[in-house]
């Protein structure tokens, strides 16, 4: 691992290693939790639920609490995490404010590797790269690593510290502290972002505002002017009908509780580990292609607990939820819209399949679209190879150093 850790000499951000370890008293105190809290008793949506529709099922909750009680091992968790090298970097904002920015990352000897930024989003977190991360650190060594790989944890979300508790918080923040924090790893004259979920709503920000942010590696999704369903492939017509009205008829409940009242789903997801793996776990579910291993959604909301993360970190859906009261949706905004080269990889399941002729409309710099068969909302943690690839490829395709144009 230590041979990853070099950090670039040009670096000015005060920097400090970190090993992920929760205490013995907090894991018993969570199993303690788990014992106590009751199932709900079996309903007929909770029996009857072959489709998602009606929401997690009975049999599932009952079969991931009695392993979370009884065969999860978190110290495996912590062990796999601290063979990459972590960090928290701290960031100072424009108010003066320091933020404590965690990142997961591998470093390369070479003077001209490329940095590379990925972003997640909710219900996510730095461990969907952990497979990505292994996958650079088999194929190459530090001394031949073509990139800098930074798998950042955004503002609020478990091992970065929360907003600031005298204001609002929103996408711009984010993205102004991602820029802050390449900057301050030594990488101010360019790098690539890759974002899913709300790491892609601000990958269009950074790629809009900041000269610095070269290439973005991730999908839009707001619905452009003058495009019609007879430019949609059969492919992207079917989803269309099926998985992405499914969204907006019966799977948006929870952005809209997000968006409209935090304090309160804050409140009551704090107070019942049982609640949280309810709430992630469904999405862990429906929005992808495969199922992943129980373990590794207990994974996420266990981090999720540990550091008390869910009321820090769903401050983003007021923007995106579209109730009154709320903002623009950032990345919708024209103003965003540049001519960098933009790469989209795309898949099948993703919670809303934008056809690729929404892309082409908004006169994108389109430089590379891959279509894949198997896939879903979180791509980079169910096909890393894929995505990998992918990446390699566009960099490849578009070459490096690029100006700032």
Known sequence: MAEYDNIPCRATVRLDKFKLAISDEQI???KTLIRLSPLAPETYENLHTDDGHFGVSHEWMK??????????DWRKVEAHNNSFPNFIAHVEDDDGETYRMHFAGLFSKREDAIPILYMHGWPGSHFECLDILNLYRRKYSPDNLPYHIIAATLPGWTLSSGPPLTRDFDTLDIARLMNKLM???????????????????????MIG???ECKVNFAAQNQVPP?????QFTEVEKHLMETRARAFYLTGNAYAREHGTRPATIGFALSASPLALLAWIGEKFIEWTDVTPPLDQILDSISLYWFTQSFARCIYTYREYSGVPGGR?????EPKYNNRKPIAWSWYPKEVFPVPKAWAVAQDMNLVQFRQHEVGGHFAVMEQPEEMLQDMEDFLQTIGWPLNSE
Do not use: M, N
């Open 28 to 30: 018993s105190d969570l």
């Open 63 to 72: 079969e991931a609490k009695e392993r979370w009680l009884h065969g999860y």
């Open 183 to 205: 900057h301050g790893l030594g990488f101010g004259a360019g790098y690539v972002i890759q974002g899913g979920d709300i790491g892609s709503f601000t990958g269009k920000v």
């Open 209 to 211: 505002v900041y000269d």
């Open 226 to 230: 003058g495009v019609d369903e007879s």
């Open 328 to 332: 623009v949706l950032p990345h919708s």
